[in-house]
């Protein structure tokens, strides 16, 4: 009977124990909002409350939101599958919002803009509080940024400001640069690409000194790219550009365009490439 008892005991851990997906918020004084934020926490983090986590920030796209990652891309399907194969090890995956489908009516965007200071509140309200909440390890080492579109180019950005706090950058079908600048009050959607323009990715790579551009160096950068995407040129360009200041950059060129089921395999490519850029 008590072995019986015993492997009951067992059996019910083991079905208990597992990843999950945590909604968290952050009421933020810098936006004068509260930002929701989906976190994956693998299966092993309850259980080993001594143990601390690398991070892989990940990025939605223009329209998208907090969800879109784990409801349209099956991020904690792909996480749970290759942590369990040991393709990559137990990590925290932050999954921020910065935007809504409405895009007239909501702030969009991960960077500063009028009304909007996004990029601020990411440094000094969104990382500190959650690193410190959910047992991350919080360094250069052990901290990754990816995202898609819209995030994709914010990842680009954020990892080319702040290269002392990330290992690497995976930007998949980045929005890189835009040529709009014009402001219409009723239409924050115009914010958004003013301030794409005014973060251009690729001017940043081209203008940068020599000291940027060693720094940059100690970063991993990656490029994942559709053949039919309507961003293509762009992230070929940001790629050149690496390339002629002799960055090291991976580039994929793949068939697919910009849609989910391209970002859904991304992720295979991209989480392990932040696993082995942790700790390097």
């Not at 040991?86 to 909501?106: Q, V």
């Given at each position: 009977m008590k072995t019986i008892i015993t492997i009951a005991a067992i059996l019910c851990t083991a079905i208990t124990a597992q990843a999950k997906v945590v909604t968290d918020s952050i009421k933020s004084n810098i936006l004068n909002a509260t930002v929701k934020v989906n976190i994956y926490l693998p299966e092993e983090f309850d259980s080993n409350q001594s143990k601390k986590y690398p991070v892989l920030y990940l990025l939605h796209g223009f329209t998208d939101t907090y969800r879109a990652w784990v409801d349209k891309g099956h991020l904690d399907q792909v996480a749970?599958?290759?942590?369990?194969?040991?393709?990559?090890?137990?990590?925290?995956?932050?999954?921020?919002?910065?935007?809504?489908?409405?895009?007239?009516?909501?702030?969009?965007?991960?960077?500063?803009?009028?009304?909007?200071?996004?990029?601020?509140?990411?440094?000094q309200e969104l990382m500190p509080t959650l690193e410190k909440k959910y047992r991350i390890i919080g360094d250069k080492a052990n901290r990754a940024v990816s995202g898609l579109s819209m995030g994709g180019g914010g990842c680009t950005v954020y990892a080319q400001h702040h290269p002392d706090l990330?290992?690497?950058?995976?930007?998949?079908?980045?929005?890189?640069?835009?040529?709009?600048?014009?402001?219409?009050?009723?239409?924050?959607q115009t914010y958004v690409t003013k301030a794409v323009h005014q973060n251009d990715a690729i001017k940043f790579v081209s203008n940068a000194t020599d000291e940027t551009i060693q720094q940059m160096r100690t970063v991993r950068w990656f490029i994942d790219i559709?053949?039919?995407?309507?961003?293509?040129?762009?992230?070929?360009?940001?790629?050149?550009t690496m390339r002629s200041k002799r960055i090291p950059c991976e580039l994929r060129v793949r068939n697919g365009g910009h849609t989910w089921e391209y970002w859904n395999t991304a992720l295979r490519t991209s989480l392990p490439f932040a696993a082995q850029s942790f700790n390097k």
């Open positions: 749970d599958e290759m942590i369990q194969k040991a393709e990559i090890p137990p990590m925290i995956i932050i999954m921020p919002n910065a935007g809504g489908p409405e895009t007239r009516g909501t702030w969009n965007g991960y960077f500063n803009m009028e009304g909007w200071a996004y990029h601020d509140f990411f440094y990330f290992s690497s950058c995976y930007a998949m079908s980045a929005w890189l640069t835009s040529q709009d600048t014009q402001l219409d009050p009723n239409n924050r559709g053949d039919d995407d309507f961003l293509f040129d762009q992230d070929i360009q940001l790629y050149q």
